[in-house]
T-cell receptor, first 112, second 117 residues
Framework: DSGVTQTPKHLITATGQRVTLRCSPR?????VYWYQQSLDQGLQFLIQ???????AKGNILERFSAQQFPDLHSELNLSSLELGDSALYFC???????????FGPGTRLTVL | AQTVTQSQPEMSVQEAETVTLSCTYD???????LFWYKQPPSRQMILVIR??????QNATENRFSVNFQKAAKSFSLKISDSQLGDAAMYFC??????????????FGKGTKLSVIP
């Protein structure tokens, strides 16, 4: 157990819908990263937050957004969902910007 | 941009034997970190080992060790005394040491390791 929690574990929804994925970092960790794992694209970095502020963006679609709250938990919002958004979404956290990242169990999103 | 290449999509090893997984990377940076993560069927991403590029000594964690060749930009993982629980996808990952903003991980495509009883 890495200490990073993600909810829900599984999510099944329809095209065009909007979902929110939640991540709680390890106790004391300030940095949160979101990654997407799909069969065709592999593991890709989406976005990073550090102590409530957006730090970096990767290959994140405009339909996707995220935020980190004062209690340091983070949410990833996915809207206007398409079949191709079906993937495993991981959250990772680290204590500082340079620390090792520890991953949560992931949320499996299926878009029908 | 940094790239990470794992040239072995699948490998197998007999239980109790040793196996080496290959990884090469491309970067113009002199300082960086390299990682191996394991993803078992549960899909959890588990850190196996970490190597700082400025350290010449190869990292070791119990049965797991790396062969880090900085000039060749090679970072292989050796698993000794393989166990059934080692069966998983193994991902090599690169992270900048410091940068303008991001400390994101760049992953290879992974190597699926099977352990034969």
């Amino acid at each position: 157990d890495s200490g990073v929690t993600q909810t829900p574990k599984h999510l099944i929804t329809a095209t065009g819908q909007r979902v929110t994925l939640r991540c709680s970092p390890r106790s004391g960790d300030l940095s949160v990263y979101w990654y997407q794992q799909s069969l065709d694209q592999g593991l890709q970095f989406l976005i990073q937050y550090y102590n409530g502020e957006e730090r970096a963006k990767g290959n994140i679609l405009e339909r996707f957004s995220a935020q980190q709250f004062p209690d340091l938990h983070s949410e990833l919002n996915l809207s206007s969902l398409e079949l191709g958004d079906s993937a495993l979404y991981f959250c990772a956290s680290s204590g500082t910007l340079t620390d090792t990242q520890y991953f949560g169990p992931g949320t499996r999103l299926t878009v029908l | 941009a940094q790239t990470v290449t794992q040239s072995q999509p699948e490998m197998s090893v007999q239980e109790a034997e040793t196996v080496t997984l290959s990884c090469t990377y491309d970067t113009s940076e002199s300082d960086y970190y390299l990682f191996w993560y394991k993803q078992p069927p549960s899909r959890q991403m588990i850190l196996v080992i970490r190597q700082e590029a400025y350290k010449q000594q190869n990292a070791t964690e119990n049965r797991f060790s790396v062969n880090f060749q900085k000039a060749a930009k090679s970072f292989s993982l050796k698993i000794s005394d393989s166990q059934l629980g080692d069966a998983a996808m193994y991902f090599c990952a690169y992270r900048p040491y410091s940068g303008a903003g991001s400390y994101q991980l760049t992953f290879g495509k992974g190597t699926k390791l099977s352990v034969i009883p």
